[in-house]
T-cell receptor, first 113, second 113 residues
């Protein structure tokens, strides 16, 4: 079946540090991959996406590359800011196996000044 | 462009009661999905509605039911509430049934006592 595994949190970084949040997936078909971000008290917001192997999604300085050979979609940012503090969710959707999105458990990021 | 709106924002119910949550989809979106997010977890798919019909269902019992209206707004109904139903309920709309990104509302926080 389909599933997403994210690195355990919480993650605490100093401002301007490099960020990596690992995400691996299992899928029966050819999924699209997403990163969503959730700020306190809010719903999830789409951060970036990639729809096929070797695609790179990017937004607001965040990047993730769809790696089919390692079934991974790791999130990276070169220099984090305090405003990046949030919970990050990796997700996949596979048209061949239905219409639902599968989410990881989320990784909490706190950036300290 | 109007985003996804949910009501109410918070709700407290007693075990055994029934509850109805409401969602207005983003303009131009014809598909609505509902997710349950327990504390510290990723969202879990409940079901999806497309053109007023259920179009996919996750691993939730029949006491979770829904509706979609001609204007694409939606309701989630939960009967015979249990303590474990306490969670954040997220509504998400999208422009088709497949792998288009989900656009989430801020959710309804349901507490069952």
């Amino acid at each position: 079946g389909n599933s997403v595994t994210q690195m355990e949190g919480p993650v605490t970084l100093s401002e301007e540090a490099f960020l990596t949040i690992n995400c691996t997936y299992t899928a029966t078909g050819y999924p699209s991959l997403f990163w969503y971000v959730q700020y306190p008290g809010e719903g999830l917001q789409l951060l970036l996406k990639a729809t096929k192997a070797d695609d790179k999604g990017s937004n607001k300085g965040f990047e993730a590359t769809y790696r089919k050979e390692t079934t991974s979609f790791h999130l990276e940012k070169g220099s984090v800011q305090v405003s990046d503090s949030a919970v990050y969710f990796c997700a996949l959707s596979d048209r061949n196996t239905g219409n639902q999105f599968y989410f990881g458990t989320g990784t909490s990021l706190t950036v300290i000044p | 462009e109007t985003g996804v709106t949910q009501s109410p924002t918070h709700l407290i119910k007693t075990r055994g009661q029934q509850v109805t949550l409401r969602c207005s989809s983003q303009s131009g979106h014809n598909t609505v999905s509902w997710y349950q997010q327990a504390l510290g977890q990723g969202p879990q798919f409940i079901f999806q509605y497309y053109r007023e019909e259920e179009n996919g269902r996750g691993n939730f019992p029949p006491r979770f039911s829904g509706l979609q209206f001609p204007n694409y707004s939606s309701e989630l109904n939960v009967n015979a509430l249990e303590l474990d139903d306490s969670a954040l309920y997220l509504c998400a709309s999208s422009s088709d049934r497949g792998v288009s990104p989900l656009h989430f509302g801020n959710g309804t926080r349901l507490t069952v006592t």
